[in-house]
């Protein structure tokens, strides 16, 4: 593909567009093939064996007990304010249906 030139690249030949597109090209290319072939050569070197015998250490190490989990912020903190407002809001709901629906519903006739 070869550029048109345009005003702005009046100072730029096509050749050196075209050249530069080629190293740039190259660069990638070579920068995906290290990359793709680094994990291969790290895969295939192995550890040296010394002996067939495995060293034991010489302290024997205890697996640590893993810590207990403390619950979240949201189950510590948020869920039980939206419960309590729940209930306060369905409470205050009932007490105010009672206040001014069913005292208004009967009369005292004398």
Not at 32 to 51: H, I, N, Q, R, Y
Request: hydrophobic fraction near 50%; glycine fraction near 4%; charged fraction near 20%.
């Amino acid at each position: 593909m070869w550029f048109r030139p345009t005003g702005r690249s009046r100072y730029i030949d096509r050749d050196m567009i075209n050249t530069l597109r080629r190293y740039v090209v190259f660069f990638v290319l070579a920068l995906g093939s290290l990359t793709m072939a680094a994990p291969v050569a790290w895969a295939a070197t192995a550890p040296e064996v010394v002996d067939e015998v495995v060293a034991q250490p010489y302290v024997e190490i205890q697996p640590e007990e893993p810590a207990p989990d403390e619950p979240q912020w949201t189950y510590r903190y948020l869920i039980p304010a939206v419960v309590l407002l729940t209930v306060v809001l369905i409470g205050g709901t009932v007490v105010m249906y009672f206040v001014k629906v069913v005292r208004g519903r009967y009369t005292v006739v004398e």
